[in-house]
Structures are given as C-alpha cells and as structure tokens.
C-alpha cells in the first residue's frame, strides 16, 4: 500500500559532488553539491543548483565557470565537511587537505584528489525558488589515469569508490547488478550451437 506525501525532492540516490571555483588562490572555495546531474549529451551540458546565500554562489556568479570533481568512499569526510561549513570563515582546501589542481580549460581549479573533474562554462542562470539553477557547458574532462583500463582505453569509474547521497546520508555504490543494455542483449553460448 502506498500513501500520499507533499511534494518534495526525494529523486536518490545522487552524487554527492565537490564543486570547486574562484580564479584565484585567494577566492577559491569548494561547495558540496547533490543537486547536479546530466541535461544533454551533444553538446554535453551538466547543472548545478545552488541557493543564492552560499558563498560559493557570487563566485560561480561572478567568474561563470566551475569544476564538478566526483567524489569518493575516501572523500567521503571532505564531502561532507565542504557542505556543512561556508568558504566565509573557512579555506576549505587547506582545512581538508585537498590540492587545488590547474584546470585546462577553466580558470576555476579543480581537486586533484578527485577521480574525475568536469570543467564548466555557465550558459545560462535560471532562478527556480530555493535556488538557482547554473546550466553549463562542459568543455573538458580530467580523468585519473589510474581508473582507465589500459586495454580498452574505457574509464573504469567504479573502481574510485564513488559517493552518493540518499535522503540525508552518504553511502558507496555496492555491487554491479547489469550493464547498459544487457537485459536485450542476445545470448552469445546459443549462437555458438
């Protein structure tokens, strides 16, 4: 039996990113953001929503580019840290012990400790209610090359030990049930018959 609840944002699990921004060592700050996803694969373009009294929301604002940096099992701590306490009255890389790394594209730095850093261009800023929504660009990719599968060249993403968030709390992936695809895929030992 199910029963009627208020509307509400309950669309879990989430990655729970790091958002990274500033252009300079001075302004740089991270933002723990669950509020992300997809919006389109060509050209790719990727979200962030951020409520317009974070301190990290006038610097995105301002300098219009961000790096998402993917968060995992070991990150878990700094993720959640990043998200409780204001780059107001913290330097949250030097607190965290992160290393702000040189984006390629973006002036904003990326987290070297990150497994995978979007670098993001704002296209455009949509005020939706309790936040704003900053739809981007992605105009580059940074990819450890510890998860690329030296074989197959393909990113190997859940070896990190990625992080999601669900409803209040943090957790890792678990186990591989499927692959895209594989509940149509044909039978490969019938072939062989």
Same mark, same amino acid.
């Given at each position: 039996?199910?029963?009627?609840?208020?509307?509400?944002?309950? #669309?879990?699990?989430?990655?729970?990113?790091?958002?990274?921004c500033?252009?300079?060592? &001075?302004?740089?700050? #991270?933002?723990t953001?669950?509020? /992300?996803?997809?919006?389109? /694969?060509?050209?790719?373009?990727?979200?962030?929503?951020?409520?317009? !009294?974070?301190?990290?929301?006038?610097?995105? %604002? %301002?300098?219009?580019?961000?790096?998402?940096?993917?968060?995992? &099992?070991?990150?878990?701590?700094? /993720?959640?840290?990043?998200?409780? %306490?204001?780059?107001?009255?913290?330097?949250?890389?030097? &607190?965290?012990?992160?290393?702000?790394?040189?984006? /390629?594209?973006?002036?904003?730095?990326?987290?070297? !400790?990150?497994?995978?850093?979007?670098?993001? %261009?704002?296209?455009?800023? #949509?005020?939706?209610?309790?936040?704003?929504?900053?739809?981007?660009?992605?105009?580059?990719?940074?990819?450890?090359?510890?998860?690329?599968?030296? !074989?197959?060249?393909?990113? !190997?993403?859940?070896?990190?030990?990625?992080?999601?968030?669900?409803?209040?709390?943090?957790?890792g992936?678990?186990?591989? #049930?499927?692959?895209?695809?594989?509940?149509?895929?044909?039978?490969?030992?019938?072939?062989?018959?």
């Amino acid at each position: 039996m199910k029963q009627d609840w208020k509307p509400g944002t309950l #669309i879990y699990p989430l990655p729970a990113v790091l958002v990274s921004c500033g252009q300079t060592e &001075e302004d740089y700050n #991270i933002l723990t953001v669950a509020w /992300t996803g997809t919006l389109c /694969t060509n050209p790719p373009m990727c979200y962030i929503s951020v409520r317009p !009294e974070r301190h990290s929301y006038d610097i995105i %604002r %301002r300098n219009m580019e961000f790096v998402i940096n993917l968060t995992t &099992e070991d990150m878990a701590f700094a /993720t959640d840290w990043c998200g409780v %306490r204001s780059g107001r009255d913290y330097r949250k890389f030097e &607190e965290m012990k992160l290393t702000p790394g040189k984006a /390629t594209l973006v002036s904003a730095p990326l987290i070297e !400790e990150s497994p995978l850093c979007i670098e993001c %261009r704002v296209k455009e800023i #949509i005020s939706l209610g309790s936040h704003d929504m900053f739809v981007a660009d992605v105009v580059n990719i940074r990819a450890d090359d510890r998860h690329l599968n030296a !074989e197959t060249g393909k990113l !190997e993403l859940s070896e990190a030990d990625p992080l999601v968030y669900l409803h209040g709390n943090y957790y890792g992936l678990g186990k591989k #049930i499927g692959k895209f695809g594989w509940s149509v895929a044909k039978d490969k030992k019938k072939k062989k018959k």
